[in-house]
């Protein structure tokens, strides 16, 4: 398999489940900066332009955080990162579309692209603090979720922290702000994990 990422981007959290499955796989940066998202030959890749795309070994290709995560974690089912039990299994992908669909799409898209919301310049230090907003009450309710737990779905990490975590990484790498509580301890707790740690090497990050 080949996986198709950028460095930080929320592709860091399908790079982690990789490294957590530890079967051989191919990484391609895609460098989203240069704009090489739209360049023709990633394009034949993934028409979305966008990462993370993961290249199966019969050559499919396979786009969208969700569908990615679900698809390793089911062909993986030996490594326990989502349950099959039903409760369990809808409160992973809750927390999961909570993340990618609100908290990633609805609040740093706002902090980051504010342009996309209202081509007024002067709308945009409002949009910005509206996607604040999103992201904060998030934190507040995986924090809250947190309290009694070590990772999202109780004991063991699962396709959710994956998806938590890059959220992580952004808030405090990036927007350089304090994680609540709870939060900052499952963040360290992920960045102690050995898989989590050569991915943040490998990745450039750590």
């Known amino acids: 398999m080949k ?4 460095p930080g981007s929320c ?4 790079h982690v489940l990789l490294e957590e499955i530890g079967k051989p796989y191919e990484v391609q940066k895609i460098n989203l900066a240069a704009r090489e998202q739209y360049a ?5 890749i993934n028409p979305k332009s966008k990462v993370p795309a993961l290249q199966r070994d ?6 969208e955080w969700p569908a990615i995560a679900s698809f390793l974690a ?10 099959t039990d039903p409760e369990t299994f809808a409160r992973t992908l809750e927390a999961v579309d909570y993340v990618a669909a609100s ?3 609805q609040g740093f898209t706002r902090i980051w692209k504010p342009e996309g919301f209202s081509p007024n310049e002067a709308d945009h230090a409002a949009v910005k603090a509206r996607g604040q907003e999103i992201v904060d009450k998030g934190l507040k309710s995986f924090d809250a979720m947190l309290a009694d737990r070590d990772y999202v779905g109780g004991s063991k990490m699962s396709i959710a922290d994956a998806a938590l975590f890059y959220l992580e990484y952004w808030v405090a790498e990036r927007l350089k702000q304090q994680l609540p509580g709870n939060i900052a301890k499952h963040y360290e707790r992920m960045r102690a994990r050995p898989a989590v740690a050569k991915v943040l090497k490998d990745e450039g990050l750590a």
């Open 11 to 14: 592709a860091l959290g399908i």
């Open 74 to 83: 089911l062909t993986n089912s030996d490594k326990g990162l989502l349950s």
């Open 40 to 44: 023709p030959e990633y394009v034949a």
């Open 103 to 105: 908290l990633h799409m």
């Open 3 to 6: 996986l198709f990422y950028s």
């Open 58 to 63: 019969d050559g499919s290709v396979l786009t």
